[in-house]
């Protein structure tokens, strides 16, 4: 069982840069693969990032891809996404999720195990 919590969401101006935290439970995180994913009113949630159990291995949406960082700490146990350059278009509630099998596309939510509450971003214009 893993249990995540995230922090670190806020409203900024566009521009500028959050980091969201993910806290999490369990023994075995080192485990997981970790994912960032977000989701707009009335949208479906999509996939922002994601990294596998070392680190080494990062995962980034077309979208994101060169503003955003995620990096994770296995001592611990927590995962980051560093947002840089923000848009209004990234106004969200951003979700941490955990993984350990990859049969599904990492991209796809269903895959995820467990889930955090969310945390809200909004960005202004």
């Known amino acids: 069982q893993v249990q995540l919590v995230e922090s670190g969401g806020g409203l900024v101006q566009a521009g500028g840069s959050l980091r969201l935290s993910c806290a999490a439970s369990?023994?075995?995180?080192?485990?997981?693969?970790m994912g960032w994913f977000r989701q707009a009113p009335g949208k479906e949630r999509e996939f922002a990032a994601a990294i596998r159990w070392s680190g080494s291995t990062l995962y980034y949406a077309d979208s994101v891809k060169g503003r955003f960082t995620i990096s994770r700490d296995n001592a611990k146990n927590m995962v980051y996404l560093q947002m840089n350059s923000l848009k209004p278009e990234d106004t969200a509630v951003y979700y941490c999720a955990a993984r350990k099998n990859l049969v599904v596309p990492i991209t796809i939510p269903g895959g995820y195990d467990y889930w955090g509450q969310g945390t809200q971003v909004t960005v202004s214009s």
């Open positions: 369990g023994r075995t995180f080192s485990s997981y693969v």
